[in-house]
């Protein structure tokens, strides 16, 4: 018993991000992949994302922008 509650203390545990993304993914699969589609599509633009914020902020009003996508961007 004493081993088993070592072996327990001695494993980290799960962020609560990792126990909500295990949830999410269970619970609304479609919500989940849109949800991970959009962060890799952020991710992926990052850059350009920023210089169109920038952009936008120094004009003082909405612009347009480019981004690029993978052909397949699902998880």
């Not at 890799?40 to 633009?45: L, M, Q």
């Not at 004009?59 to 993978?70: K, L």
Request: charged share 20%; net charge positive; glycine share 6%.
């Amino acid at each position: 018993m004493i081993a088993n509650t070592l072996d327990i203390l001695a494993s980290p545990l799960p962020s609560a991000s990792t126990g909500n993304n295990a949830l999410m993914g269970t619970a609304e699969q479609a919500a989940f992949r849109a949800i991970v589609t959009g962060d890799k599509i952020v991710t992926a633009n990052r850059a350009a994302i920023e210089e169109c914020v920038s952009a936008a902020r120094k004009d003082g009003h909405t612009v347009r922008c480019t981004i690029r996508m993978a052909a397949d961007p699902r998880p």
